[in-house]
T-cell receptor, first 114, second 117 residues
Framework: AQSVTQLGSHVSVSEGALVLLRCNYS??????LFWYVQYPNQGLQLLLK??????LVKGINGFEAEFKKSETSFHLTKPSAHMSDAAEYFC????????????FGTGTKLQVIP | SAVISQKPSRDICQRGTSLTIQCQVD?????MFWYRQQPGQSLTLIAT?????????ESGFVIDKFPISRPNLTFSTLTVSNMSPEDSSIYLC??????????????FGAGSRLTVL
């Protein structure tokens, strides 16, 4: 069974500051890892995914995440926060073969302070 | 990527009634997924719906409470039966869309927000 833990249900950053959203995973098999973003009253959208290629993954809107097997982490970062980044972010994990059930974390709401 | 339309977008329902949520996809897909998103909790997979076969339910979800139909490759419905306030939640339809990497990348509808009084 797989799971993800997102540290911090709410994160506040100033506009222009570094964004760091934390995600740790648990998986008994090589995982695929994802970050999704949900804007108010919208469905989730894929930000980026890790599928066992490069450990540093770049996504849309300037976000990136690094897969660190030794730390079982997949933290999401962005060098400079923009007001439009305010949203809820979900980390997710699936196994890398067969039936790939996707398991989501509890989400982190990002607030960007002007 | 696929575009998913869900109806209703929101509804307020009375205890004991049932509500059917519709999910329409603009392209044919093999697998469709129904998730529940409760406040402060992670998205929880309810069931996987394949065309032409019974839906596969996750632990804690049963067909009598959440019957699902999948009449063709572009449409599915989820019914929330005999609702109670605990069923107040956002229900999301999703499909797999990524074939290049082999990963199960999901595309979601905007969700149906149900409030049960």
């Amino acid at each position: 069974a797989q799971s993800v833990t997102q540290l911090g249900s709410h994160v506040s950053v100033s506009e222009g500051a570094l964004v760091l959203l934390r995600c740790n995973y648990s998986s008994s098999v090589p995982p695929y890892l994802f970050w999704y973003v949900q804007y108010p009253n919208q469905g989730l959208q894929l930000l980026l995914k890790y599928t066992s290629a490069a450990t540093l993954v770049k996504g849309i809107n300037g976000f990136e995440a690094e897969f660190k097997k030794s730390e079982t982490s997949f933290h999401l970062t962005k060098p400079s926060a923009h007001m439009s980044d305010a949203a809820e972010y979900f980390c997710a994990v699936s196994n890398s073969g067969g039936y790939q059930k996707v398991t989501f974390g509890t989400g982190t709401k990002l607030q960007v302070i002007p | 990527s696929a575009v998913i339309s869900q109806k209703p977008s929101r509804d307020i329902c009375q205890r004991g009634t049932s509500l059917t949520i519709q999910c329409q996809v603009d392209s044919q897909v093999t697998m469709m997924f129904w998730y529940r998103q409760q406040p402060g909790q992670s998205l929880t997979l309810i069931a996987t719906a394949n065309q032409g076969s019974e839906a596969t339910y996750e632990s804690g979800f049963v067909i009598d409470k959440f019957p699902i139909s999948r009449p063709n490759l572009t449409f599915s419905t989820l019914t929330v039966s005999n609702m109670s306030p605990e069923d107040s939640s956002i229900y999301l339809c999703s499909v797999s869309r990524d074939v290049d990497s082999g990963a199960n990348v999901l595309t979601f509808g905007a969700g149906s927000r149900l409030t049960v009084l």
